[in-house]
């Protein structure tokens, strides 16, 4: 099994030195901040998906491509949230399905083993989802960065990926495992970060003034507009 593709490899090659650059960083968000960001990621993925969809399928019904795919596009971000699962089944499926028909072409069930191999990732969401965003952003990385590498630096990248296909197999491999472990220590940190910064700044202060602020209290604030408006909160 090949993940860098010497044929897509070459079409990334054609791409311009821009796209292949907004390729690189897109590919390090992913990798990054996939999890924390789930929500953009799922509405931005949804809306582009489903808006070439639409383009392809305004030109076969004979409607207006444009208003097709745009409508179509929009109404698949409006619902990205509630397709997250359904994706998540459907993506977890299908590398099951891959990895059975590249290492056990004889599976018996390939059925089975698809609807067991997506309820297993909806089961399994955060994980899968951090996996996905991780191998994704991994294999934008290893496509534009050797591609940057082949005009910087003069490679033949075509040839690396036809005789060096274990070697980067392994690398998307641990740079996906890597972004797993990356997302999740960010999300951590960006949980705890107010707590961190309150505790930091309760330090500056001595015993007296911080049982003083402890056991402060705020005042419940009066509600506005019969309820309609949040209240406002008074020390």
Avoid at 44 to 66: E, I, K
Avoid at 84 to 112: D, I, K, N, Y
Wanted: aromatic letters at 10%; glycine letters at 12%.
């Amino acid at each position: 099994m090949q993940l860098v593709a010497p044929d897509i490899l070459a079409e990334v090659a054609r791409l311009s030195f821009g796209a292949v650059c907004c390729g690189f960083l897109l590919g390090l968000l992913l990798w990054f901040t996939g999890w924390m960001k789930r929500t953009f990621w799922f509405a931005l993925a949804s809306t582009v998906g489903f808006g070439l969809y639409g383009l392809y399928l305004g030109r076969a019904s004979g409607t207006h491509p444009l208003v097709t795919g745009l409508l179509l596009g929009l109404s698949a971000g409006v619902l990205s949230l509630e397709l997250g699962r359904f994706v998540a089944f459907v993506s977890g499926g299908l590398a099951v399905a891959v990895a059975l028909q590249t290492f056990v072409p004889s599976f018996p069930e390939p059925l089975l083993a698809y609807l067991v191999g997506g309820l297993v990732c909806v089961v399994l969401f955060k994980l899968w989802t951090l996996t996905v965003f991780g191998f994704v952003g991994m294999m934008l990385l290893t496509y534009c960065g050797l591609i940057l590498g082949s005009r910087f630096l003069k490679m033949d990248v075509i040839t690396l990926a036809k005789t060096k296909a274990p070697l980067l197999n392994a690398l998307v491999a641990i740079g996906s495992i890597a972004g797993v472990l990356l997302q999740s220590r960010f999300e951590a940190r960006m949980a705890t970060r107010d707590q961190r910064h309150k505790s930091k700044a309760m330090a500056l202060f001595n015993d007296k003034e911080r049982a003083a602020l402890e056991g402060a209290k705020c005042q419940a604030g009066k509600a506005r507009l019969f309820g309609l408006r949040k209240p406002k909160q008074v020390a």
